[in-house]
């Protein structure tokens, strides 16, 4: 049973445009969401986080918004280049500590 | 600083051999995690580690072990590899108790044939 979805597997987006990735869970006692961009044989690099007593959290050009009430984490990037192409994975925790449960990954693929 | 340092990076073993991965947190961080990431099953918490204590385990068979040391450097075990044991092995760790943001390193390739 996936605790947390992401439910489409690729996106392409233009350059210069917004991307938006989507996030579902449905442990409602998760308390901390990471996101989280991978490049091929490298491991997974921190992007930005937002706590559950929070619904939005920005650092530059990524900004994460969180609906509690429907179970919802989407991140956007504005604008998006063609470095931002990655696998991104969201990312959630209950009960502190680092046991993280993450979802399948989306591909973004920022066109030129 | 430096980042989370891990060894190896590449390895080949045989079914039924034991296999020792290294991983060396950024300086300060106290919290070590292990997680196995595989095409089909995605990324999966192994363990976590803190003060040289297992503080939480994924759903893995106990061939799979880890200790942390004094240092903070983690150590994860794997004995009698099978070989749906292929997988990029990913160290993780973080500041304080409460471990919050968790920064991984490049991870170790491990093929069993």
């Known amino acids: 049973d996936q605790q947390v979805k992401q439910n489409s597997p690729s996106l392409s987006v233009q350059e210069g445009r917004i991307s938006i990735l989507n996030c579902d869970y449905t442990n409602s006692m998760f308390d901390y969401f990471l996101w989280y961009k991978k490049y091929p044989a490298e491991g997974p690099t921190f992007l930005i986080s937002?706590?559950?007593?929070?619904d939005k959290n920005e650092d530059g050009r990524f900004t994460v918004f969180l609906n509690k009430s429907a179970k919802h984490l989407s991140l956007h990037i504005v604008p998006s280049q063609p470095g931002d192409s990655a696998v991104y994975f969201c990312?959630?925790?209950?009960?502190?500590?680092?046991?993280?449960?993450f979802g399948p990954g989306t591909r973004l693929s920022v066109l030129p | 600083k430096a980042g989370v340092t891990q060894t190896p990076r590449y390895l080949i073993k045989t079914r039924g051999q034991q296999v020792t991965l290294s991983c060396s947190p950024i300086?300060?961080?106290?919290?070590v995690s292990w997680y196995q990431q595989t095409p089909g099953q995605g990324l999966q918490f192994l363990f976590e580690y803190f003060s040289e204590t297992q503080r939480n385990k994924g759903n893995f068979p106990g061939r799979f072990s880890g200790r942390q040391f004094s240092n903070s450097r983690s150590e994860m075990n794997v004995s009698t590899l099978e070989l749906g044991d292929s997988a990029l092995y990913l160290c993780?760790?973080?500041?304080?108790?409460?471990?919050?943001?968790?920064?991984f390193g490049e991870g170790s390739w491990l093929t069993v044939v």
């Open positions: 937002i706590s559950s007593i929070k």
């Open positions: 300086s300060g961080h106290r919290s």
């Open positions: 993780a760790s973080s500041y304080a108790n409460s471990g919050n943001t968790i920064y």
């Open positions: 990312a959630a925790r209950y009960n502190y500590g680092q046991n993280f449960v």
